[in-house]
């Protein structure tokens, strides 16, 4: 949910001026929109203040309900809907069922995982992306500050930027 869409761009070559960049931008009270990078650096969550992702909270929730529903497919298939005595043994002997159990935890964690996590990235197929900068998926890290957020001080965060190590400075704006 964007307030507004003219941002600053900080250009980097470096993933360690980058991280030095970040915690220098953010101390000196600018609010940072995002930081794109072309491939993973170690620490940038940190530095940009992230918290820990819920996404292990939901996959064990999901994975729960997998457990829960299996069981009772099973128990209400061997018990009531067909029971069928199958070498001798009970109706709804568990053992048995530990498999199919297994499976459904598995499945149903997974595709509740792939769910939630579309769901809170705001991924969706009619979305058109925003893409500050084309090089930031080949070798050029993009630190991306909303004006909006940070009262419009255009030409501090531009001071901010260049002293602490951007190669390049620009102005963004989308429709």
Same mark, same amino acid.
């Given at each position: ?25 953010? @101390?000196?009270?600018?609010? %940072?929109?995002?930081? *794109? @990078? ?10 940009? #203040? !992230? ?24 128990? !209400? +298939? +061997?018990?009531?809907?067909?029971p069928m005595i199958i070498g001798g043994k009970d109706f709804g002997n ?6 199919? #159990? ?9 595709? #509740?995982?792939?769910?939630?996590? +579309? ?6 197929? !009619?979305? %058109? ?12 890290? %993009?630190?991306? %500050?909303?004006?909006? *957020?940070?009262? #419009? ?23």
């Amino acid at each position: 949910m964007e307030r507004d869409k003219n941002f600053v761009l900080g250009v980097f070559d470096d993933e360690d001026v980058l991280l030095n960049a970040v915690k220098e931008v953010r @101390s000196s009270g600018v609010k %940072i929109h995002e930081v *794109y @990078s072309p491939f993973p650096v170690h620490g940038l969550d940190e530095v940009l #203040g !992230y918290r820990r992702s819920r996404l292990p909270i939901a996959a064990f929730l999901f994975g729960m309900l997998g457990t829960t529903l299996a069981l009772l497919m099973q128990f !209400y +298939m +061997m018990k009531w809907d067909w029971p069928m005595i199958i070498g001798g043994k009970d109706f709804g002997n568990f053992p048995t069922m530990v498999p199919v #159990g297994f499976e459904l935890t598995v499945l149903l964690a997974a595709l #509740g995982m792939v769910a939630v996590f +579309m769901v809170s990235s705001d991924l969706k197929p !009619y979305k %058109i992306p925003r893409i500050f900068d084309l090089r930031s998926t080949d070798d050029k890290h %993009i630190m991306a %500050i909303d004006l909006a *957020y940070n009262d #419009g001080a255009e030409d501090k965060i531009k001071e901010v930027l260049k002293s602490s190590g951007a190669s390049e400075v620009n102005n963004k704006s989308f429709e």
